[in-house]
């Protein structure tokens, strides 16, 4: 299974980015999936995961700005991200899990893409 994260970069206060991660499997990958990110001296946090049902869970931080979705054939996850905040600024890593649910742990996940950065400028 290999992850590979895109789409991140600079942006100002209140705009937008959309992520992408493809996913290759074979078969397709039928996994519960997750974004994370990572700041600079915190440790990675969970910010939304997607089950292999559609359930889908965010950290309260990101809720209702984020948007965590994944295409009808299971190759791209993506991380829709509007109303940007300088907080938001993070290298962000996209992973895939064992089990078919949502998962906040990093533990519980078993595959990994390289990150992606992401910069919000005031």
């Known amino acids: 299974v290999q992850l590979q994260a895109s789409g991140g970069g600079l942006v100002q206060t209140g705009g937008s980015l959309r992520l992408s991660c493809a996913v290759s499997a074979r078969p397709a990958l039928n996994y519960g999936m997750g974004w994370f990110r990572q700041a600079p001296g915190r440790e990675r946090e969970m910010i939304a995961t997607?089950?292999?049902?559609?359930?889908?869970s965010y950290a309260n931080s990101v809720k209702g700005r984020f948007t965590i979705s994944r295409d009808n054939a299971k190759t791209t996850l993506y991380l829709q991200m509007n109303s940007l905040k300088s907080e938001d600024t993070a290298v962000y890593y996209c992973?895939?899990?064992?089990?078919?649910?949502?998962?906040?742990?990093?533990?519980?996940?078993?595959?990994w893409g390289q990150g992606t950065l992401v910069t919000v400028s005031s």
């Open positions: 997607l089950s292999s049902r559609g359930v889908t």
């Open positions: 992973a895939a899990a064992r089990g078919d649910g949502i998962y906040n742990r990093p533990g519980s996940y078993a595959y």
